[in-house]
């Protein structure tokens, strides 16, 4: 069974980056599907569906249905899969239709290889900086910033202990949800881009790389 299994692993292999991007694309289309649909309720591109949308789902959130949500989904998946299993006895199934990326030679795609390592090299740059601003505001090195964000903590904590979790559910999912808002917009913009210039105030910490002696390395 282990080597027959393999034997389809090696089958749908394919080669090349755009290639394998495009079988994962619509491998995840559902997901991919189901964030876009959520993206354009947030846009609040249709007030109607929006405000349809925003009251379901803070009912819920209000009734504590929302901890239901994960058990109910795997209910459905196991559902699913015996459904499957009981009419599709014996049957092969269809291969999954992948629609193939334009050609590429090699050069091509080493230039897109090179591109995505630029794009994830600057992804890990980023990520770095942010955690040596992080270190910085915990040792302290911009007093004011530090207090601001040592009172917010404890704000945060006391949320923590004396709000129930649903109501804190509730806040945050109103808050991301209506940032787009027409009502809401320009007030939202404004608050995120005084974050942001208070986060580019904010120093980073200093980095000192140490080179290994390669003489102590050999030996």
Known sequence: MAETAQATVDQVKVEGIDTNVAV???????????????QILASWEDPYKSMVFLVMSGYIIIRGWIMYILPAFFVFVAILMLWCRHFNKGRPLEAFRVTAPPARNAVEQLLTLQDAIT????????????????????????????????LLLIFIAAAFAFVPMRYLVLLVFLEAFTR??????????????RVKEWWIRIPAAPVQLIKVDEKKKRK
């Open 119 to 150: 794009q994830v090299e600057a992804l890990i740059q980023a990520g770095n900086i942010i955690l040596l601003k992080i270190r910085a505001l915990l040792f302290a090195i911009v007093p004011q910033a530090t207090e601001k964000v040592a």
């Open 24 to 38: 994962m694309k619509e491998l995840l289309y559902p997901v991919i599907e189901l964030v876009s649909r959520y």
């Open 180 to 193: 787009e808002m027409p009502y809401r917009k320009e007030s939202s913009n404004r608050w995120i881009r």
